[in-house]
């Protein structure tokens, strides 16, 4: 295992910050001195580097905080497509291995969830647990300190839920490395064994912290939602039998018979905070039955209650149980319009939906979305003449769909922000232009490319190959060409915890299976789409599977959803773009252009689902266990 040091350079540069208060620790030491004696002198000094830790939270590199990054952990499903990088999401790309991690090293603009980073960060945190009882304090800081012990414990376990989410069985440990430790001993616990470590640490999390703590720091709920989220994901079918050739593999299987105890778990870990054991969390907007016909007023107010979760810049709502803040005064950094936002506009174009995750969102009625209503058994081209539009807007794909659509995707014709000043005055002016227009049908070559394609007169390289832009996560009151965004990256909220509660419900079964459907009833409702009704479970598994799809569209949940069910090689297809096109007498056709293949994608073998260790930890490691089939 790699020696992880104290991070000396981040203590460095966190002294800065209480200089002007630390002045008689500074004038005991040279600055180029700063050592693991000076750092633990001072209480306030102890918790600059916990926040640092932090800033490392889920085994990133600098480039991102959790999830508020330029290329989405969403890119890694059927969701999006990253433009920019695709070949670093090798487990879409069969090309997965120990020699070849793409974005689980560091390769491109910086890795995420990696293993290394991971044991770093614990490595850190261990170090402010063992040391911080001695750290001088008064009186006053007694509170302080014992709540930063719950912090460091949150860290952890968050660190080691995510080992335990991409890798299996973890190395564990309490307490931090020393030069002089024996690492050929250290060895990988088994997945149970990684569990309870980590529901321990959730434990103290829970024990040390108060009722109330300053927004942004870890909180009880918080903790209580990471135990609801790990146990959903140890109950699931890869963990427990469905890999069947490695059923008996701990380091990534629970002993048989654990499902049914794991579930029970999870479910009253979801269930003890919507009884409010953790503080009073809801979901914003309304969770009674919506008008059984929506206006597109009531659609739009529906879209704007949802998207606002994610909007986030001050006091954070009902909803939001924890989550990251970027204040323009801190170091860390959301870009997210930039990074997303479409060309035509200066933006990067990153993380475009794909088709099949745009035709997964319903009808406004909560009917499913039928591409080939009007011609069926053709799924790539709908045509539509201007009359016939006229006749019936639902012609066009992107009219009558359900709130989250709009909240989530920008499609051809969406309206968006105002245009910069090259762009000004350029039909359809302020909605997003990924279609072209030709004279007549048939035309091969457009009289005009629409500003926010591949072939528009603002920028080329950063345009959608979907046809599509990822609109979820992004300011529209920001001007990414010229700002950075300042709202919160929300890593819990409420509606994953009523999802978390419906689903084992539901995998439970009998007197369970109502109670789960109410709770994804609730989160249907404020969205604005009727309940769902069904005494079939597995008809009631694939509508809580959908409605994570929807609910969760973009936020990461997907990467660990489509794992654990064990249906990669069900979603995973070759990524083509969506071809628009307007004709001068007011028709219109959309084209599932299969000869425009984005992005090749392959899901061939089930050792995909879990990540190896890289070849690099295992020639330092060798008495370590590789996962299965690497």
């Known amino acids: 295992m790699k020696k992880i040091l104290f991070n000396i350079s981040v203590i460095a540069i966190l002294l800065t910050i209480v200089i002007s208060c630390q002045e008689d620790i500074l004038d005991k030491k040279a600055v180029d001195t700063f050592n693991e004696e000076l750092v633990f002198s001072d209480i306030n000094v102890v918790n600059a580097y916990l926040g640092k830790c932090y800033d490392r939270m889920g085994g990133n590199t600098d480039n991102g905080i959790l999830g508020a990054r330029e290329d989405l952990l969403s890119s890694g499903t059927d969701q999006t497509l990253c433009i920019h990088r695709p070949a ?33 960060n614990i490595q850190d945190v261990n170090r402010i647990l063992a040391s911080i009882n001695a750290v001088p304090i008064t009186a006053a800081q007694e509170a302080l300190k014992k709540q930063m012990k719950g912090e460091a414990c949150f860290i952890r376990a968050f660190d080691y839920a995510t080992i335990l989410m991409v890798y299996g069985g973890a190395i564990l440990k309490d307490a931090p490395y020393k030069l002089d430790d024996d690492f050929s001993v250290a060895k990988r616990s088994t997945i149970k064994e990684t569990l309870d470590f980590i529901l321990k640490d959730i434990q103290s999390t829970i024990d040390n912290l108060p009722a109330s703590v300053e927004q942004g720091r870890a909180n009880r709920a918080a903790a209580a939602a990471l135990k609801s989220r790990v146990l959903l994901f140890c109950a699931s079918k890869l963990t427990n039998g469905g890999w069947t050739e490695q059923a008996s593999n701990a380091l990534i299987s629970f002993p048989a018979g654990s499902q049914t105890t794991l579930l029970t778990q999870a479910r009253d870990a979801a269930k ?301 297809e070759n990524v083509y773009g969506m071809r628009i096109e307007h004709y001068n007498d007011g028709s219109k056709s959309w084209k599932y252009n299969k000869a425009d293949n984005a992005d090749a994608r392959s899901f061939t073998d089930k050792k995909f689902y879990w990540v190896p260790l890289s070849r690099d930890e295992m020639n330092k490691a060798p008495q370590l266990l590789q996962n299965p089939g690497y």
């Open 88 to 120: 670093n999401y090798v487990m879409l790309k069969g090309t997965m291995s120990p020699d070849q991690l793409g974005y689980f090293v560091n390769n491109g603009l910086g890795g995420w969830l990696r293993w290394n980073n991971l044991y770093q």
């Open 272 to 572: 003890a905070i919507m009884d409010g054991t953790y503080g009073n969390f809801s979901l914003v907007g309304t969770v009674t039955d919506p008008p059984a016909t929506l206006t597109a007023a009531d659609v739009q107010k529906y879209a704007e209650i949802y998207g606002s979760n994610f909007l986030q810049k001050a006091a954070w709502n009902s909803e939001t149980i924890w989550g990251i803040q970027f204040p323009l005064t801190g170091g860390n950094v959301n870009n997210a319009n930039i990074w997303y936002g479409p060309n035509g506009y200066h933006n990067w174009g990153n993380n475009n939906p794909t088709e099949p995750a745009v035709r997964r969102f319903e009808m406004a009625d909560g009917s499913k979305f039928k591409w080939d209503k009007y011609n069926p058994g053709n799924m790539d081209i709908r045509t539509a003449t201007a009359a016939e539009l006229a006749a019936d807007p639902q012609r066009n794909p992107y009219n009558g769909r359900e709130p989250r659509f709009y909240a989530c995707v920008l499609y051809d014709g969406a309206p968006w922000q105002q245009r910069p000043s090259d762009a000004a005055g350029l039909e359809p002016e302020n909605k997003v232009q990924t279609g072209y227009y030709l004279a007549n049908a048939g035309d091969t070559n457009p009289f005009k490319s629409g500003l926010d394609t591949r072939q528009g007169l603002i920028e080329s390289w950063n345009a959608t190959k979907t046809g599509y832009y990822f609109k979820k996560l992004m300011d529209p009151a920001t001007a990414g060409q010229y700002f950075r965004c300042t709202h919160t990256w929300v890593e819990f909220r409420y509606a994953e915890i009523l999802m978390n509660y419906a689903e084992a419900c539901i995998e439970i079964g009998g007197a369970d299976l109502q109670k789960g459907i109410d709770a994804m009833n609730m989160v249907r409702n404020r969205a604005g789409l009727p309940d769902r009704i069904t005494t079939d479970q597995a008809k009631a598994r694939e509508f809580v599977r959908d409605e994570r799809n929807i609910e969760f569209f973009g936020e990461g949940h997907r990467f660990y959803d489509i794992r654990r069910w064990m249906i990669m090689e069900q979603v995973v």
